[in-house]
Each structure stands twice: as structure tokens, then as C-alpha cells.
């Protein structure tokens, strides 16, 4: 028997940014970024393992030059502890944000460096840790009233205790490394907490003539503060590695039209009062739930349920606004169907995009009544999120890659040597691309001595996984396969940048002009995809497999506004033949050097 139950949640993410504008307040610098993250104490090593300083940085400035990247994020700046998390120094167990840690240098060192990093052309961003600073830290002396409990072993700010004088602080410290030193922006480590002061962080500097950019780690409410967040789109899971779940990985195309609510995705979990779980997304994709699920086992460890269907009924698009508002008269609908009916519900949840972002929870902490038993089909009313504006971003890894469970021994990068993986998922997507230091040359991964596998110290020492850890030997490079992974993304670099008009991060006011191709392949591949401008095209088409891939595209004159006369493979320096409105090509087994991608100019 149907029964039908509407649930409304009210009250939920309505946006929220106070400025007057409509449009994002970002350097316009801000689109071409290109992230290259170092941790900076195992990025060189002048003297052994964690010697690495502001100087012995400056000798690799060269190579990023070359490289190509021209954002550096920057983690080990400031005074911090030196074995609180994993067993080895470490930007995260910040002691004082205003002080430069000695073990790396000077001040004077610092701002050598920084100006290194600007005549290099790339521009520096610091890690910022918003949460506390380490016990016994000189700054819980001096200001104990700043300070109220504590996470992650420290002590945590008192953010709404309305101390005035906390706010000014905090203020002065990040200005002053703008004025004082020349850095170009932040990167705020787990959560914002006070938005304002970043405001008036960026306003100051603005007004200075030095204009930053300050991006989140999560994705959340930042009242138009932060530029972009790391973590919008992560091609793995930090204890898995490579995230076959993640549509990124297999369909860009898809990935862009999901983000951008065409078609909706929603990905729901009913759970039962017996622990078990009914799961679905709104694509009603079975190998794509599979994949999901797969991934999301570690995450629930609770019996699944695969079979339930979703339909979206209703799904107005909001666009991003920098008012803080209601949405009115505007809900989603999504109905649930075959559900389990010996069952009894205790509480749903449901998530916009991906399975980080948990935007609707409810049931036994909500809304949700379990008096209503177990129905078969349910219909879920649910109010918009009104974005803020944005700009995309992707990342292929970051220092958080390995986190403890991860399997030891592995190898916690990422790409490992996908061309695919670094090309078709992130550097020719209209997004920010951000990856960890070594993976542009498939570092094989080699911990500190000191790293532990457990967070807080415990285990055997120099067999930890996480990515921060990494010891990177430079000396890889004199072999084969790492010299010929760094060939290959310098490549990938140089065409994002000569046609920095077209691959470009998109902002979230706007679907980026970027769609899945019908295509034909010999192999299983991830789906070929078209970015256009001002109508420039390019055909990205990526080969995750140990053979030779042999595609076949068909091109959507109707969409990219003209129709092509002329096919360049600038990946490979050659022109293709167009027959009527196709053009085919081989694209070379991944890992190995030019191949696992194809570019295509149209023309």
C-alpha cells in the first residue's frame, strides 16, 4: 500500500552573501590558477629527512618555472609543533600563526622566498589553521579569555565569545603577511568560523593594492569571504586513494551538468532501525550506484539495499546570489519507491551532489517522525540551497591523501602515473586544478623517518601513508617513467595555458560551456567530452586503460556555435581528418609516456 509523507525541511541553507553586488570580488588572476601544494619541510632536505627551509625551497623555484604552475600552496610557514600529528613537524599543530617557525628560517628567509616564488611568476598562499593553536601555546598565556575547549588534541578559539580585541588580532596577523611580506592569499584549514574578519581581511589588502585570494577546505557558507574550496571536487577518497565513485573519473560531462542541476543529482540514504541502509542516486544508474556504494562500504559498514528508486519531481534552480534571502514557493521534490516494507524507518538523508556534501539530514535529530511505520514510497519536499558565487575547482590530491586506515604500504598519490587521471578528470576541466607536490613526476612515495601511521603519534615509526609525510626524492627523476609522467604534465600545463581562453576555471553563476560526446570506442573508457568558447572547441578524450584505445566522437556543430572545418591533435602535433560531423583517433594505453589522453583542436 502507497503511503505518501512530506517532509519539509525549513529553515536550511538560505544564502547568504551580505555584499550588495552580484558578482564575484576575486583577482582577476584568480581563473588561470594552477595549485601545486608543498609541504615544506619534506620538499627538500639540505640536511636529511624534515631539513627542509624557506632557502633550500628556493633552490626548486627553477623547476616549478618550468613546470608551469603559477599557484603555490604553501603548508609549513609558522611556528608549530614538532611531532603533535603523525610523529613529525607539521603546519597543523600551529603553536603561533603570527610567528615564523625558526626550524625554517628567518623572517627574512620567508620573505626572500616569497619574492622568489613572484619573480618565478607564480604567487604564494599560506595555510591557515582556523580552529586553535597547540596547549602551552604563548598566545593561551598571554589572552586565556581568547580561548573556550578544544579539538584535534589543541586548544580551539572562542570565535562567538565577542572578543574584540581576538578580532583585531587576527585581522592584523593576516594583513600584515600580505603588506609586510607580499603573500597572495589563504587557505583555511577545516572551516572559516568568522567570515567577517576574512572580509575585512580582503578588504584591507585590496586597499593596499595587493588584492589576495582566500579558499576554504570544505564546501560550506562563507558569506562571499572565500574564492573557491579545495575540496569541491576530489578525485579520491584520503583513505582509499583513486575514487571510482566520483563521475569526474568517468563522465566530465555529466560531472558539469550535475553540478550545475542538469540533469539533478541526488543521492539519498534511508536508514532502518535494524542498522541496514537503502541506497540510491537520482541518475537510477546501476553501475553507477554500484560504484557509489562500493566506495561509501568503508564509510557505513552497514548492510545495503541497492533497488530503491528515485525520481526528481521537482528541482528549481536557484541561481547564486549575494543577498541573504529566502527561497520562496520553490521546493524539491524527490519521491522514493521501493522501499523495504518489514522496515522501519528512523531516518533519511540527502545529498546535493556528492557524497561529502550532506546538505539534508532528518529523522531521529530532525524532523522526520518514525510513528509513520514503513511505507513503500515516500515524497521528500525539501528547501533549495542558494549557492554563492564561486569559481570551480578540482583536485588530484593534497597532503591529506594516506590519512590513517589508509592500506600501508601503498602509495597515497593519486594520479600514479595517469595521464588520464592528471588530463581528462582535472587539467582540462573549466576548473582550478590542485595536486601535491611529486605527483607531477609519479613520485614513488617515501615517508619521513618520524611518521607514524596513527594521527596522534602512535605506531611504528616511518610506516605512516599520509601524503604530508612525503619525503620526496628528487633523484627519481634520473629514471625513465617519472621523467617521462613530468614531460607529459608540463605538456598538459602548457596547452591549458596557451589556451588559457578556453581552459579556464568557470565561476557557479553559470553551467561552464563544457558536454559529454556520443562516441564510439574499442574499449571502456571514460565518456570523451567538448569545452568551447567564443567558438574555440577542444575534444578531450581520456584512456584509463592498459590498451591502446581506438575513439571515434561525434561533434554537436548545433551546441558549439559552428561547424568545424579543421581537427588538430595538439596533444600529439597532427592533424585528423573530419568525415561529415566525426572525427576518430588513437589514443595511446595510460602510464605510459603521450599517452592516456588526446586534446583536439577544432577549427
Not at 166 to 185: C, S
Amino acid at each position: 500500500m502507497k503511503k505518501n509523507l512530506i517532509i519539509s525541511l525549513l529553515g536550511m541553507f538560505t544564502a547568504m552573501i551580505a555584499q550588495k553586488n552580484t558578482e564575484l570580488q576575486s583577482p582577476s588572476w584568480t581563473k588561470d590558477l594552477i595549485i601545486y601544494e608543498v609541504a615544506t619541510k619534506g620538499f627538500t632536505s639540505p640536511n636529511g629527512s624534515e631539513s627542509g627551509t624557506f632557502r633550500s625551497t628556493i633552490e626548486r623555484i627553477s623547476y616549478l618555472k618550468e613546470l608551469g604552475v603559477n599557484g603555490i600552496w604553501l603548508t609549513g610557514h609558522n611556528w608549530a609543533h614538532n611531532d603533535h600529528f603523525y610523529g613529525i613537524w607539521n603546519q597543523y599543530a600551529t603553536i603561533r600563526p603570527d610567528s615564523i617557525d625558526p626550524t625554517l628560517g628567518t623572517p627574512a628567509d620567508f620573505k626572500s622566498m616569497i619574492d622568489a616564488f613572484h619573480a618565478g611568476g607564480m604567487r604564494v598562499f599560506l595555510d591557515v589553521i582556523t580552529h586553535g593553536v597547540m596547549a602551552g601555546s604563548p598566545l593561551i598565556i598571554q589572552h586565556p579569555e581568547w580561548f573556550r575547549g578544544g579539538s584535534w588534541g589543541m586548544v580551539d578559539y572562542d570565535w562567538d565569545g565577542n572578543h574584540r580585541d581576538l578580532d583585531e588580532w587576527w585581522v592584523k596577523t593576516f594583513t600584515d603577511y600580505v603588506i609586510r611580506y607580499g603573500v597572495d592569499g589563504y587557505r583555511l584549514d577545516v572551516a572559516i568560523y568568522r567570515p567577517d574578519l576574512w572580509k575585512q581581511i580582503k578588504k584591507n589588502c585590496a586597499e593596499a593594492g595587493h588584492p589576495i585570494v582566500v579558499w576554504l577546505e570544505g564546501d560550506g557558507y562563507t558569506d562571499g569571504a572565500c574564492d573557491f574550496h579545495q575540496r569541491m571536487n576530489t578525485l579520491s577518497l584520503q583513505i582509499k586513494g583513486i575514487d571510482p565513485s566520483n563521475i569526474a573519473n568517468s563522465n566530465i560531462g555529466r560531472y558539469y551538468s550535475a553540478r550545475s542541476g542538469d540533469p539533478a543529482f541526488y543521492f539519498v540514504r534511508v536508514y532502518y532501525s535494524d542498522g541496514s541502509v537503502s541506497v540510491g542516486t537520482s541518475f537510477n544508474d546501476p553501475v553507477y550506484t554500484e560504484n557509489v556504494t562500493g566506495q561509501l562500504w568503508w564509510l557505513l559498514q552497514k548492510p545495503l539495499y541497492k533497488d530503491m528508486k528515485i525520481s526528481v519531481t521537482a528541482d528549481p534552480r536557484i541561481a547564486p546570489s549575494n543577498e541573504k534571502h529566502k527561497v520562496e514557493d520553490k521546493k524539491i521534490r524527490i519521491h522514493l519507491s521501493n522501499l523495504k516494507t518489514d522496515k522501519q524507518i528512523v531516518k533519511i538523508t540527502v545529498t546535493g551532489f556528492n557524497i561529502w556534501e550532506e546538505l539534508w539530514s532528518f529523522g531521529s535529530q530532525g524532523t522526520f517522525s518514525a510513528g509513520t511505520q514503513t511505507p513503500t514510497e515516500i515524497d521528500l519536499e525539501l528547501e533549495p540551497i542558494v549557492p554563492d558565487f564561486k569559481y570551480m575547482s578540482t583536485q588530484i590530491s593534497s597532503h591529506d591523501d594516506g590519512w590513517e586506515t589508509f592500506p600501508a604500504g601503498a602509495n597515497p598519490y593519486v594520479a600514479e602515473g595517469s595521464r588520464c587521471v592528471f588530463g581528462y578528470s582535472c587539467m582540462f576541466t573549466p576548473s582550478i586544478p590542485i595536486f601535491m607536490s611529486g605527483e607531477e613526476f609519479d613520485a614513488d612515495y617515501k615517508p619521513l623517518p618520524r611518521h607514524t601511521p596513527d594521527l596522534y603519534g602512535k605506531g611504528e615509526r616511518g610506516k605512516g601513508t599520509w601524503l604530508y609525510a612525503s619525503w620526496l626524492q628528487w633523484d627519481q627523476l634520473k629514471e625513465k617513467r617519472h621523467a617521462e609522467m613530468l614531460a607529459d604534465v608540463k605538456k598538459m600545463i602548457a596547452i591549458r595555458k596557451q589556451y588559457s581562453d578556453v581552459f579556464h576555471a568557470a565561476t557557479t553563476a553559470q553551467a561552464p560551456s563544457v558536454i559529454s560526446l556520443e562516441y564510439t570506442s574499442d574499449q571502456v573508457v571514460p565518456v570523451p567530452y567538448i569545452i568551447w568558447e567564443n567558438k574555440k572547441a577542444f575534444v578531450i578524450a581520456g584512456n584509463n586503460t592498459a590498451n591502446d584505445a581506438r575513439i571515434t566522437v561525434t561533434l554537436p556543430a548545433d551546441k558549439i556555435g559552428f561547424v568545424p572545418s579543421k581537427a588538430v591533435d595538439v596533444w600529439n602535433g597532427k592533424p585528423l581528418s573530419l568525415k561529415s560531423n566525426t572525427v576518430s583517433f588513437t589514443i595511446k594505453k595510460d602510464k605510459v609516456a603521450g599517452g592516456g589522453i588526446i586534446v583536439i583542436k577544432l577549427e
